[in-house]
């Protein structure tokens, strides 16, 4: 039997986390520097990209000191830790629709820009973990999204035909990386699009 899989990114696709992660991060800058970005600019240029590369366009705009980018990433983390663990919470439509794709013989795994202690706790805490064959992160490739690599990368290790590889993803950026990898794209515009009657229209 032809292998085949589906690829889910995790924040705005599996949780709805984009707003933890804008919201920690925005956190964080008001805290050290007395400044956050607006929801205009977040949607425009932030959404979607690691850390590390939001703070090299804050350090370009001069709110951000190139020397305090650990500090500053240390600190997000640290909040964005603790708005997982008070608002994550099962998702059944998720742990339904995962399940289904295993029982239909797909391989099943997340690929995020988030880094891989945050990634494993959402998916700890919205009871999904268990489901995935390969969580990767943007730890796990030498050049994250909008570069196709971590989807080049999971089709080549599980020897899948990009023709039979689906990826599912919300933004802008992770949608250029879905496209250049080659594999079928399924648009999305937030979590809550993410059920099994959706996909199964899709595919």
Known sequence: MTKKMFVFDLDGVLVEACDWHRDALNDALEELYNYRISQVDHVSTFNGIPTSKKLLILSDRGIVPAEDHQKVNDLKQSKTIDIIEDQ????????????????????????????????????????????????????????????????????????????????????????????????????????????????????
């Open 88 to 203: 994550a919470d099962i998702r059944p439509e998720k742990v339904m629709l995962l399940q289904a794709l295993k029982d239909q013989g797909y391989v099943v795994c997340c690929y995020t820009n988030s880094i891989t202690k945050t990634a494993h706790l959402m998916l700890e805490k919205t009871g999904i973990k268990h489901l995935f064959d390969t969580i990767l992160s943007n730890q796990d490739v030498e050049t994250p999204k909008p570069h196709p690599e971590g989807y080049l990368h999971l089709m080549e290790k599980y020897d899948i035909k990009k023709s039979k590889c689906y990826i599912v993803e919300d933004s802008p950026k992770g949608r250029a990386a879905a496209y250049a990898s080659g594999a079928n794209v399924i648009e999305v515009d937030n979590s809550h699009d993410v059920t099994l009657q959706f996909i199964r229209e899709r595919v």
